[in-house]
């Protein structure tokens, strides 16, 4: 086993992040200790926003929901992101030929 280098103490996060951006952390990380952790509170942060959308739309979305039993909103995240996924799996060529 190779003797790991000491982790520097930085002085802010950006000299952190440079610092790691250029270095191997396998020279400071014995990851085969390393144990799983979990953090059941922890979610994802979220930032609110404003868009105007038709009503139709919206009634539509909620007609949605209102069949799967979720808030609308809750909907409207769900449909947002599988969209998006779908938007960038055909730009970098991973879609599937239909």
Excluded: C
Excluded at 28 to 51: C, H, M, N, Q, R
């Amino acid at each position: 086993m190779k003797k790991l280098k000491e982790i520097p103490k930085f002085r802010s996060l950006a000299q952190e992040e440079k610092f790691w951006a250029t270095h191997d952390s396998t020279d400071y990380i014995d990851y085969s200790k390393v144990e799983l952790g979990f953090f059941p509170e922890l979610k994802p942060s979220s930032k609110t926003i404003s868009i105007r959308l038709p009503e139709s739309l919206v009634e539509a979305i909620k007609l949605l929901a209102n069949k799967q039993d979720i808030p609308y909103q809750s909907m409207l995240k769900i449909l947002l992101a599988e969209k998006v996924r779908e938007a960038l799996n055909l730009q970098s060529g991973k879609g599937t030929a239909a």
